[in-house]
């Protein structure tokens, strides 16, 4: 069964929006994070548009590995939020998306 990434967009998109009204995110870091959901839909439009099954792999492979850096950055607004140390949870998942930043931009 083929997947479908809009699917997996929209629901981490909807997962991204609740966890910003239930945390305070700095700019910077809410900035990211958006950015790197308008990626996600760039992967998934290009993966429908190709008829090349290894650059469709390719794709896939680069929106899962986002997709979870996204997860792990959600992951760490919650714990922040949760009161546990609010200097590492801000700059864990800063870095891990600056890396997912230099990745997207031509």
Same mark, same amino acid.
């Given at each position: 069964?083929? #997947?479908?990434?809009?699917?997996?967009?929209?629901?981490?998109?909807? #997962?991204?929006?609740?966890?910003? #009204?239930?945390?305070?995110?700095? @700019?910077?870091?809410?900035?990211? !994070?958006?950015?790197? $959901? $308008?990626?996600?839909?760039?992967?998934?439009?290009?993966?429908?548009?190709?008829?090349?099954? @290894?650059?469709?792999?390719? !794709?896939?492979?680069?929106?899962?590995?986002?997709?979870?850096? $996204?997860?792990?950055? $959600?992951?760490?607004?919650?714990?922040?939020?949760?009161?546990?140390?609010?200097?590492?949870?801000?700059?864990?998942?800063?870095?891990? !998306?600056?890396?997912?930043?230099?990745?997207? !931009?031509?």
């Amino acid at each position: 069964m083929a #997947r479908v990434l809009e699917e997996e967009l929209l629901d981490l998109r909807e #997962r991204l929006m609740t966890c910003f #009204r239930e945390t305070l995110p700095s @700019k910077q870091f809410s900035a990211l !994070l958006s950015l790197s $959901i $308008i990626w996600l839909g760039v992967l998934a439009d290009r993966e429908t548009k190709t008829e090349d099954p @290894k650059e469709r792999r390719r !794709l896939e492979h680069d929106f899962d590995e986002q997709k979870r850096t $996204i997860e792990h950055g $959600i992951e760490r607004l919650y714990e922040q939020t949760e009161g546990r140390s609010i200097k590492v949870s801000l700059t864990s998942p800063s870095w891990h !998306l600056q890396g997912l930043r230099s990745t997207c !931009l031509p």
